[in-house]
């Protein structure tokens, strides 16, 4: 299983970005895709998560601002007005049963 994330990068506070990432291999359908984001010094937090199901979970930091989607194996996160606190490398994770699988990350930065 392979996941690969794009759509990071550069942008100014109260702008937006839309990360994307694949995930590709064979694994059980029922599963849960999500995004995390490590800041510098920081632990890597959960951002936002998506089930098979179409069941979503987001930070309290991110509500009403992010949204989290999938198609099929495909996960998103719109991200609106952005904040500088929102700078982080941006990694997406799969879960499957008892296994997690995770890409590799992209760097959003938001300038103020």
């Known amino acids: 299983v392979q996941l690969q994330a794009f759509g990071g990068g550069l942008v100014q506070a109260g702008g937006s970005l839309r990360l994307s990432c694949a995930a590709s291999?064979?694994?059980?359908?029922?599963?849960?895709m999500g995004w995390y984001r490590q800041a510098p010094g920081k632990q890597r937090e959960l951002v936002a998560s998506?089930?098979?199901?179409?069941t979503t979970d987001y930070a309290d930091s991110v509500k009403g601002r992010f949204t989290v989607s999938r198609d099929k194996n495909t996960l998103y996160l719109q991200m609106n007005s952005l904040r500088p606190e929102d700078t982080a490398v941006y990694y997406c994770?799969?879960?499957?049963?008892?296994?997690?699988?995770w890409g590799q990350g992209t760097q959003v930065t938001v300038s103020s």
């Open positions: 291999g064979t694994f059980f359908r029922i599963n849960t």
């Open positions: 998506v089930t098979s199901g179409g």
């Open positions: 994770k799969l879960r499957v049963l008892k296994n997690a699988y």
